[in-house]
T-cell receptor
């Protein structure tokens, strides 16, 4: 299993540009999450999904959108990028009905985004 | 919503000593409390977790204790080693696979 994968690893955006951060998991997890981590800080939840077709806002959703058309994929869309969105973005997934620790969230390697 | 506070923000110990990191939470309905370790430039990884039906859990050199009445939980690392140097995050959530609220992290440095 590759686990949770994210692309790209790094990206520099200009103010006002848009982009999509990709996230894929191959563990057949029902739940997926997007977090951002600002320098020296903890992780803050942006959006999460409890299954295909279902998404909900987290703590800091403004400026972002998500979709969940399949179990495996959970892309995060940034529209009109702003310097305040400079951060490291982590995707995570959890909970498979077929076994394993149902509580554990598995994180992807992260995407480092700079908006200038 | 849930609020998780974590202390200290930095902790320096000598190799072989013990380290303790403490967290408090605000939502009395929270019942799952994981601890994540994040090395520099890497992803967070779960090191230990505890559910509200137990007061203590141990895994080799690490242990977590939970006091639901006081709404706080702690991470204990014994016989620290240089490879324990990292940032540690506590978190809390209400149920299985529910959204986590993270603390702000503790940077642990283990010196020789």
């Amino acid at each position: 299993n590759a686990g949770v994968t994210q692309t790209p690893k790094f990206r520099i955006l200009k103010i006002g540009q848009s982009m999509t951060l990709q996230c894929t998991q191959d563990m057949n997890h029902n739940y997926m999450y997007w977090y951002r981590q600002d320098p020296g800080m903890g992780l803050k939840l942006i959006y999460y999904s409890v299954g295909a077709g279902i998404t909900d806002k987290g703590e800091v959703p403004n400026g972002y959108n998500v979709s969940r058309s399949t179990t495996e994929d959970f892309p995060l869309r940034l529209e009109l990028a702003a310097p305040s969105q400079t951060s490291v973005y982590f995707c995570a997934s959890s909970y498979s009905a077929t076994g394993g620790n149902p509580y554990e969230q598995y994180f992807g390697p992260g995407t480092r985004l700079t908006v200038t | 919503g849930e609020n998780v506070e974590q202390h200290p923000s930095t902790l320096s110990v000598q190799e072989g000593d013990s380290a303790v990191i403490k967290c408090t939470y605000s939502d009395s309905a929270s019942n799952y409390f994981p601890w994540y370790k994040q090395e520099l430039g890497k992803r967070p990884q779960l090191i230990i977790d505890i559910r509200s039906n137990v007061g203590e859990k141990k895994d080799q050199r690490i242990a977590v204790t939970l006091n639901k009445t006081a709404k706080h939980f702690s991470l204990h690392i014994t016989e620290t080693q240089p490879e324990d140097s990292a940032v540690y995050f506590c978190a809390a959530s209400r149920s299985t696979a529910s959204k986590l609220t993270f603390g702000t992290g503790t940077r642990l440095q283990v010196t020789l």
